[in-house]
């Protein structure tokens, strides 16, 4: 018998979804919480562009603190940027495979922007999250790839923020 999957509801639209699929945001330090599994008071947050600028409007999170807090959108998005850019910059430094031998593998490949490549399985970086010593990274666990195409919509929102 499996056990069944945690559900948890999006701070801003209410939307119920399993866990794994939304944004922690651990409290007080606003820190983006990228295995879920840091014992702090916490909230989650969908990843529907509204409600990623919601969170990051300079007094939406106050209420979750309960004290008048000042730009917390800014602290939130640097320690979300911080903790995927140390994450993907370690798989970029860990190995990756020659390009040449990419069609032939099918787990998730995360490379710079510059590089083409494209497909359901390729994940793109911008220079924001990109810290890497490779153009290319291909990342074998599924747990890894599994949690960052989930937040594959703040890992491309970050990056936008960019480029604009």
Avoid at 55 to 80: E, R, S
Avoid at 104 to 113: E, P, S
Avoid at 114 to 133: A, D, F, Q
Wanted: some cysteine; aromatic content about 10%.
């Amino acid at each position: 018998m499996s056990k069944p999957k945690a559900i948890r509801s999006c701070a801003f639209c209410g939307l119920k979804t399993e866990k794994s699929k939304l944004l922690r945001i651990n409290l007080p330090d606003l820190s983006f919480d990228f295995f879920q599994n840091k014992n702090y008071r916490s909230f989650y947050v969908c990843q529907n562009a509204k409600c990623i600028h919601k969170v990051l409007k300079k007094y939406a999170v106050a209420k979750h603190l309960k004290t008048d807090v000042k730009d917390t959108g800014n602290i939130l998005l640097a320690n979300i940027e911080k903790e995927l850019s140390f994450i993907i910059t370690n798989l970029f430094n860990k190995g990756s495979l020659e390009v040449n031998n990419i069609k032939d593998y099918t787990n998730l490949i995360l490379c710079k922007k510059s590089t083409c490549l494209s497909g359901e399985n390729v994940l793109s970086i911008g220079e924001k999250l990109y810290r890497g010593s490779t153009d290319v990274c291909v990342v074998s666990s599924k747990a890894y790839s599994k949690l960052l195409m989930n937040y594959r919509d703040i890992i491309t929102y970050i990056d936008g923020l960019m480029e604009n």
